[in-house]
């Protein structure tokens, strides 16, 4: 099957900005342009930060409270870049009674001399107030760095109320002060002074933040811990104002780790009982600028809330949502597992997958790679395929030499692991007799045409728009591994509708019996009878509408179902060009023109638009949105978080209908109309 295409839950859209006011003048005044008029004054170029004041969650996601500590996370991201680089020991997070951060770290000191660039700022003034500045691009400065984007400090600057500098270097002490992003005079240079170093004292902007612009001492604390951790070459020193404390956060402490990694997995396990003891190790790559830690165990009775958990990061930055370090990582200890199986003669050991060595498991793993790429601004999830190839490389020896020196050890871990395994084939042997009993017991909604088979694996239920559409993909369908269910029109917008009209509501409750699910926090994705769950509506506007109201049905009543990557819309072309032999199928406007242009170049093709699904043939359907060799889904996920998500969908989704008016007015000019229809 052609992989998956990512979809978010509703595709951001940029509020478009708005002219700036006419200057007062004697002249004259020219008669008033018609209504929706547009014209060289209604162009307005943003300039230094005023992008980031004017649209903050490009830059950290958001202005919730985990956005204000991200500026926190990449002001310590650059002092931890410069203890990587071993030019700082020591870093000071200080929390002060104004509500005020401040950061310090021993290292080389911002540049503070004139860039050559740049005429009249001194580096400093170019590095705090100009995006994707920064002395990380060329790597002479920094092998590894967290802050590889260029923008975080200068996005700081532009988000907090005061930013002050503080440099130590050459000889001297060099301070500025910003407001907003912008200077609020020129550098100066000090005391002479033989410290070395660089402080950044700032205030979040309340314009920007609101309620939120408050740092919360224990989440402080917990980042700075981590940071500690991560790189076991630093001494982070920590202190709060003791007014701000509500909780048993210290008002002081020494952050020094010297086991790394192990003793962070130490402290996240202690009382629990595990099945072997930790493994933990660190390798550097000679000559490859990157270097992998990591630290992992077994427990029968898993972690506390959780049955197994994974913390990865790169280059000391946090990434929750996993990645190709993550992927390395799963990848090495499963293979290693079943080449030491296959040493000593365990057969079973084939039935084992990464899911069944990660089932139970506590791990922490941290990679220092150069050039890393992320997904997003925020850095939540690394891309960088070189890290999946450094983290297998890294881990093979090790584990390796693990395993055969502790032979009882390793025999307990592959037992452990193998009994994982055979209990998630015996879950899914059940779950094939449990769905083959629905099959044949329940009295599944009267227009769902399942598939024949009983196994789950591989099956696909997609929800089409209409009887008619429903009768093309019947035809079309693999009845094996496809069932087809037509839902009449549109369905209840759940997010506007209370609860009891969602329960009462016959489609939706067809297409819950369809899944053989429960909603809400009844929801258990054991008790999926698909493995895949399709969206598959017409390519216009009416099409989308549809898709909307499901993707919210969906967001709302099980968002699991969307975690676990099951959800998806299918791409049905809105256009047929054929001429001679030649046929081509075209998703979109954009599409065809490209066709005409590559394809049917100097040539008049016959063009016709599908007004529907419904109106294709069950041969074409087929061939261009069901065929799994041929077509292209779009999975539908949740990349941000879940307070960003949820504003998201009650503004676009919810009762307020003077959210969506201006919504639609911020957004209109990103609109394209279909006059086609």
């Not at 982070?236 to 020094?256: F, G, K, N, Q, V």
């Not at 595990?274 to 493994?279: D, G, L, P, R």
């Amino acid at each position: 099957m052609s992989t998956p295409a990512q979809s978010s839950l509703f595709d951001d859209a940029l509020a478009p900005v708005p002219a700036a006011p006419l200057a007062q003048s004697h002249e004259p005044r020219p008669a008033p342009a018609p209504a929706g008029s547009y014209s060289a004054k209604d162009i307005e170029v943003l300039e230094g930060l005023e992008p980031v004041r004017k649209r903050p969650g490009m830059y950290i996601g958001g202005t919730d409270e985990r956005a204000l500590h991200h500026l926190f996370a990449e002001v310590l991201d650059n002092s931890m870049d410069e203890a990587v680089a071993r030019h700082a020991k020591l870093i000071e997070v200080k929390l002060n009674a104004d509500g005020s951060l401040t950061v310090f770290d021993d290292g080389r000191g911002i540049p503070v001399d004139p860039h050559p660039n740049y005429p009249g700022k001194s580096a400093l003034e170019v590095i705090m107030t100009m995006l994707h500045s920064g002395g990380k691009f060329s790597g002479k400065a920094y092998e590894t760095s967290g802050g590889l984007h260029g923008v975080g400090v200068s996005v700081v600057n532009a988000l907090s109320e005061r930013l002050d500098v503080t440099v130590w270097r050459d000889g001297f002490e060099h301070s500025q002060s910003f407001s907003r992003g912008k200077p609020l005079g020129p550098i100066t240079r000090g005391e002479p002074s033989r410290k070395h170093g660089t402080a950044i004292r700032f205030v979040p902007d309340e314009e920007i933040f609101g309620e939120n612009c408050h740092f919360k001492p224990a989440r402080i604390y917990r980042m700075s811990r981590s940071k500690a951790y991560l790189f076991r070459g630093v001494e982070i020193r920590w202190s709060c104002a003791p007014e701000l404390i509500r909780d048993t956060t210290p008002a002081t402490a020494t952050l020094c780790f010297p086991g790394g990694l192990a003793d962070f997995l130490a402290e996240r396990t202690a009382n629990i009982a595990t099945v072997t003891e930790t493994f933990a190790g660190r390798v550097e790559r000679q000559g490859e600028a990157g270097a992998v830690e990591w630290a992992i165990t077994w427990s029968p009775a898993g972690f506390g809330e959780a049955d197994g958990f994974m913390q990865s990061y790169c280059n000391t930055v946090p990434t929750p949502e996993g990645g190709t370090h993550e992927a390395g990582f799963r990848a090495a200890l499963t293979r290693g597992l079943k080449a030491h199986a296959e040493m000593i003669g365990e057969k079973r050991a084939g039935l084992v997958t990464a899911e069944d060595v990660a089932a139970q498991a506590g791990a922490l793993i941290s990679v220092f790679v150069k050039n890393p790429e992320f997904q997003g601004q925020t850095k939540e999830r690394l891309s960088s395929s070189d890290a999946q190839k450094l983290v297998e490389a890294a881990l093979r020896d090790p584990f390796d030499h693990w395993l055969t020196a502790s032979p009882k050890a390793a025999r307990l871990l592959l037992d452990f692991v193998i009994e994982r395994a055979e209990e998630r084939l015996k879950r899914r042997k059940d779950k094939e007799v449990a769905r083959a009993s629905a099959t044949r017991k329940l009295r599944l909604p009267g227009k769902l045409a399942d598939c024949s088979g009983d196994a789950m694996d591989g099956t696909e239920l997609f929800i089409v728009e209409g009887d008619s559409a429903g009768g093309s993909a019947k035809q079309a369908r693999n009845r094996r591994t496809q069932a087809i269910l037509p839902l009449r029109g549109k369905i209840l917008n759940v997010a506007s509708s209370t609860s009891g009209k969602a329960a009462d509501n016959q489609e939706i409750g067809n297409l819950m019996l369809a899944l053989g699910v429960s909603g809400g926090s009844r929801f258990n994705a054991d008790d999926l009878r698909y493995e895949r769950i399709i969206i598959m509506t017409d390519a216009d506007v009416d099409g989308a509408h549809i898709a909307s109201l499901l993707i919210t049905f969906f967001y709302r009543t099980m968002p699991g179902l969307i975690r676990d990557g099951r959800l998806f819309l299918a791409l049905p072309p809105l256009y047929r060009l054929s001429h001679g032999g030649t046929v081509e199928y075209a998703r979109d406007e954009a599409h065809r023109d490209e066709l005409l242009a590559t394809v049917f170049k100097g040539k008049k093709p016959e063009t016709s638009r599908f007004k529907g699904l419904g109106e294709m043939m069950p041969a074409q359907l087929k061939e261009t949105t069901m065929e799994p060799t041929k077509r292209t889904l779009a999975r539908v996920t949740l990349p941000r978080s879940e307070e960003a998500v949820e504003d998201l969908v009650e503004t676009l989704m919810g009762r307020k209908a003077e959210l969506r008016f201006r919504f639609i007015q911020e957004n209109a000019e990103f609109a394209s109309a279909d006059l086609d229809v």
